[in-house]
Each structure stands twice: as C-alpha cells, then as structure tokens.
Nanobody, 115 residues
Framework: QVQLVESGGGLVQAGGSLRLSCTAS????????MGWYRQAPGKQRELVAS???????NYADSVKGRFTISRDNAKNTVYLQMNSLKPEDTDVYYC?????????WGQGTQVTVSS
C-alpha cells in the first residue's frame, strides 16, 4: 500500500514563496506519475502540476511561470516550488501518486496566502 507524506504548507504573504514536499513509500513502482492538486471548500479538486519521470511536466494555466514541479526518484519525493503566490492560491494541496494499480492520495496540506 502506497503511503504519501506531505509537508511545507503554511501561511505566507502575497508575493511570497513556499515549497511543498511529498514522499511516497510502500511498494513504489518505477513507472509512475506524481503530482499536486488543490481543492477549496465546496469545489472540485483540480490539477496544479504533475510530472512523469523527471522531465515531463504539466501545469494548470493559472500557475504557469510561478510554480515548478520537480522530483527526486532516489528519494521517491516530489516537490512543488511556489513563487509569486497570490491570495487565490489559498487551498488545501494534495499530493497524488499514480501507477498501473491506481491512484493514491496524501492527506493534504493547507496553503494560505494573505493579501
């Protein structure tokens, strides 16, 4: 059973930066996708960024140029560097791991951006 542990959320002023980390453990398959999603109360969870291998990455239009996703396969860890944060980036951020068996989710970490 894959387990995901997230860290790095918190409170930051608009224009600031945060770095989220997510480490996967427990039966990791070498071919997988990892990513970050976010969800506000009463809204659907939406993709922020995802990465396959170490180079193929996808971003939501709203974060392009501000957020960067990366991963360290040796540590089974994915990172989300968030710069130029805006109040509308305030959400709970969830890490997701996917392989041929299905999708696994982290517990979520709160990111709050004050204006």
């Amino acid at each position: 059973q894959v387990q995901l542990v997230e860290s790095g959320g918190g409170l930051v002023q608009a224009g600031g930066s945060l770095r989220l980390s997510c480490t996967a453990s427990g039966g990791i398959f070498s071919i997988n996708t990892m990513g970050w999603y976010r969800q506000a109360p009463g809204k659907q969870r939406e993709l922020v960024a995802s990465i396959i291998g170490v180079r193929v990455a996808n971003y939501a239009d709203s974060v392009k140029g501000r957020f960067t996703i990366s991963r360290d396969n040796a540590k089974n860890t994915v990172y989300l560097q968030m710069n130029s944060l805006k109040p509308e980036d305030t959400d709970v951020y969830y890490c997701k791991y996917s392989d041929y068996r299905g999708d696994y989710w982290g517990q979520g970490t709160q990111v709050t951006v004050s204006s």
